[in-house]
């Protein structure tokens, strides 16, 4: 029985992969604004999971919606690691579930950004021309409105809700993705190798997947990452408002409007859910600069 080893070239591919892999992993670790943003980012993702869990669970709403007046307004230890609400629920559980609803929406709108704004800006960069005219129009006038407004309009068409807010931040944030995306693209279609690929007669949807996506991939992940986190911060102040989650659904701007009322007597009800809220956006940001020093060779010789 022969063991076939592998070609010189399959074995140099791997070894620049592994490279490539221990010295991403190298730029993260010294960072130390990135590896915390790592750790605060996994963490609450894990908090998240565990949230949606619950909220998709009906066996388990019991958790965050019970309500027992006699217990309200426990302090944390006291009454569970967190305490309760004016409605002598669970800070913990809603707490939760709330980092799971809301990154729940953040997830849903970076997706559908990625995927609308990252077309609408590779086809506009690409092809330039009447096409990129007429695309970068209608993303200047969607990058115009405010998002508040949307929200309002789509409130008084539906109603109040997370459908409303994924819409409202949707319809406005692609357009984001689009600009940004676009200005990549115009600068890799001057690059060489895609003049050589147009010169010897390959097919734009070829050098589009093959060589314009891969390339824009790394400068779309920082950009995710900062969106998500822009995104959490838009729906909690729709909730906030009260044009997004609606009582008893806990997102954590519902959480934060929940406890506004006691920030003088009982101030861990609003501080707590603020703390979160701060947390997850420091640690997408710090994650984002770090993603940005890997995949951006200039800042990491620079470092």
């Known amino acids: 029985m022969t063991v076939e080893t592998p070609s010189p070239a399959v074995s140099l591919a791997f070894a620049q992969r592994r490279a490539r892999l221990r010295g991403g992993v190298g730029v993260l670790v010294r960072n130390r604004s990135a590896l915390v943003g790592t750790v605060l980012t996994c963490a609450f993702l894990l908090t998240g999971i565990c ?30 690691l967190l305490g309760t609400d004016p409605l002598g629920r669970s800070m913990l559980a809603r707490l939760v579930a709330g980092i799971g609803i809301s990154l ?26 009447r096409l990129d005219t007429f695309l970068s129009g209608i993303v200047d006038v969607t990058w115009g409105f405010p998002i508040v407004l949307i929200a309002v309009v789509l409130t008084g068409v539906l109603s109040p809700g997370l459908t409303t807010v994924v819409l409202a931040i949707s319809l406005i944030n692609w357009a984001g993705f689009a600009r940004i995306i676009r200005g990549e693209v115009l600068g890799l279609r001057e690059q060489g190798f895609i003049r050589a690929a147009h010169a010897i007669g390959v097919r734009d949807v070829k050098i589009i997947f093959r060589h314009i996506v891969p390339n824009v991939i790394g400068p779309t992940l ?25 009582p008893p659904t806990p997102s954590l701007g519902q ?16 501080v707590i859910p603020a703390a979160a809220l701060a947390l997850i956006v420091l640690g997408l940001n710090s994650l ?16």
Do not use: C
């Not at 949606?52 to 709403?61: E, Y």
């Not at 953040?106 to 506009?124: H, K, N, Q, R, Y």
């Not at 984002?288 to 800042?299: I, K, N, Q, W």
């Open 222 to 246: 920082v950009m995710g990452s900062y969106y998500v986190g822009i995104t959490i911060v838009a729906e909690a102040g729709l909730s906030f408002i009260g044009v997004g989650a609606q």
């Open 104 to 129: 729940g929406v953040a997830g849903i709108v970076t997706a559908f950004s990625l995927v609308v704004g990252g077309a609408v800006g590779i086809l506009a960069g690409f092809y330039r021309g």
């Open 51 to 80: 949230g949606l869990v619950i909220v998709a669970l009906p066996g388990l709403h019991h958790l965050y919606l019970d309500q027992n007046l006699s217990r309200s307004l426990q302090p944390p230890l006291h009454e569970g």
């Open 288 to 303: 984002g600069d770090g993603l940005r020093d890997l995949v951006d060779p200039r800042l990491r010789v620079r470092g």
């Open 255 to 270: 959480i934060v409007a929940d406890g506004q009322n006691y920030w003088s007597t009982d101030s861990w009800v609003l």
